[in-house]
């Protein structure tokens, strides 16, 4: 029992070291992916629910998501040029993201993190970039 007690304390103590080399590496990359994934679906589903009418039949369906998603990424790979991870990663969160329990609502983020979050809005509203990523609307 002590020896199972010494490798938790000795595994934990290395979970507090600062991530280096291949490490930081595949930390920074899946964090790149997670950041992707998460804007991409979140756009997509928002693309689906407000511009796919029920009358289309499942190919016609299929088709369009197709669309949405080639347009979705092209927006998420814009805004990662101008914007970190991190920053997208958040953004997402306090737009769609799930509330704790007995919460009602998010607490504002500070100004700094607020003017990153208006910029990722304002980049998906500018026009231009809608069209170059073939959005419609």
Known sequence: MALVSFLSVAHADDNNKPL?????????????????????STCMERQKSL???????????????????ESCDCMTNEILKKFTPNDVIGYVTQLDGVLPPNVKSRAKPDPVTAKKYSGISALNREIRTRQQCGFKQ
């Not at 009358?55 to 949405?68: C, D, G, H, N, V």
Request: proline residues 5%; aromatic residues 10%; without cysteine.
């Open 20 to 40: 280096t080399g291949r490490d930081l590496e595949d930390a920074t990359k899946m964090n790149d992916i997670y950041a992707r994934h998460m804007y991409s």
């Open 51 to 69: 511009y796919t009418p029920k009358t289309l039949s499942p190919a016609e369906i299929a088709a369009r998501m197709e669309k949405y998603k």
